[in-house]
């Protein structure tokens, strides 16, 4: 078995350099592997230096075996811990994204590469924009609505609003976002359904908080059992104020303080005459 | 002790960070908000990163009170194109 090895390795080695080599040649360069020299040239080659080959065909039994012991000894490690390693990394990988990161603990992961962080800010259906430095970015109201999808949950949405979702990775306080993943669009005139999604639609917005939810407390008990369990869970939440809604034609607001005090003055001969 | 102190200094120039030696008490963390709203932490027994997660939880929130959400949607104006009614046609 192992002299086997060794001779399909032996006559590897020999492929690999080149085919007609001269016998000082092969000797200099084959000077780590003694061995395997020996045994190609016995094998192979029938030439007037017998001394030499013969010297040399007694000193290899030795260490040919020692050669073989020790290289199946480690081949037997290698595979092992090649496996060991190879199964390691498959699970590593199945449980984590992708390559780039580094699972420290737990709980916590170094994104090492920021392509990895768009990534799953795609996945959230997020993209981050930059920071608010002293911009007035809050608009007026607006008659425009958007229907938008966040992770899993879909809100309407319009200028100036507050959405609370799921804690959002990648995003601090005061970080402009835009999302994407907007499923309709409506103004008073027009309305614009996506399937599912509307490609050129943004809502911007801005993250305001990350904060921790009220405390619920999770009692579960069974009856005459003796099981009781008492636990308390706060959920994570991010408040997201939606700034500005992007790809719908807006009423433009033509509305001056005139127009505006006759309706009400209508209203009010109305009710006095009920 | 926290050796992360003047990294959360310098992430945070808006935030006024004064620290203190009380005798005869726990430590805590004191976040006091524009809405004049003051959250006390204690950091007994913490590790100098929890306790940095503490400070970063307290400078990640607003100063409101935490209450039960009734919705997850706040907004001034619900209906964009008219509330529906039984009686609205298309």
Redesign the interface.
């Known amino acids: 078995m192992a002299t086997k090895r060794c001779f399909q390795t032996l006559a590897r080695q020999s492929s690999i350099f080149s085919p007609n080599p001269s016998l000082q040649y092969l000797h200099r360069t084959l000077k780590p592997h003694l061995q395997t020299l020996t045994l190609t040239l016995a094998s192979t080659s029938q030439t007037p230096k017998d001394d030499h080959i013969w010297h040399s065909l007694i000193l290899s039994p030795n260490t040919h075996f020692a050669f073989a012991r020790s290289f199946s000894s480690n081949r037997g490690n290698d595979t092992a811990s090649d496996e060991d390693d190879g199964v390691g990394d498959s699970e590593d990988e199945d449980g984590e994204i992708s390559d780039g990161e580094e699972v420290l603990t737990a709980n916590r992961r170094e994104y090492s590469v920021e392509e990895k962080e768009t990534e799953a800010a795609a996945i959230g259906y997020k993209v981050i924009g930059q920071l608010e430095r002293a911009e007035r970015v809050f608009k007026d109201?607006e008659?425009?609505?958007a229907v938008i999808q966040i992770g899993s949950?879909q809100?309407?949405?319009?200028n100036?609003?507050?959405?609370?979702?799921e804690r959002l990775k990648f995003c601090?306080?005061n970080d402009k976002l835009i999302l994407n993943r907007v499923l309709m669009l409506?103004?008073?005139t027009q309305?614009m359904i996506g399937r599912p999604i509307l490609p050129e639609a943004a809502v911007h917005a801005v993250v305001?908080?990350?904060?921790?939810?009220?405390?619920?407390i999770i009692f579960k008990k069974k009856r005459r059992k003796n099981y009781r369990r008492t636990k308390g869970h706060r959920q994570e939440?991010t408040?997201l104020r939606i700034t500005d809604i992007q790809g719908i034609e807006k009423p433009d607001k033509t509305a001056p303080a005139k127009p505006e005090k006759s309706p009400p003055g209508k209203t009010e001969k109305a009710s006095v005459k009920k | 002790m926290e050796s992360h102190l003047p990294a959360f200094k310098e992430s945070n120039p808006q935030l006024e960070v004064v620290t203190e030696e009380i005798r005869g008490q726990h430590p805590h963390l004191k976040g006091l908000y524009r809405n004049r709203n003051e959250r006390v932490v204690c950091v007994k027994n913490m590790t100098p990163e929890d306790v940095l997660e503490c400070a970063a939880k307290l400078r990640n929130s607003l100063g409101r009170k935490v209450l039960k959400l009734k919705t997850r949607h706040v907004t001034k104006h619900p209906s964009v194109q008219g509330t529906w009614t039984t009686e609205l046609n298309l």
């Open positions: 109201y008659p425009v609505f949950h809100f309407k949405v319009s100036g609003d507050c959405v609370y979702t601090e306080v409506g103004s008073k309305t305001e908080e990350h904060a921790l939810d009220a405390k619920v939440l408040k």
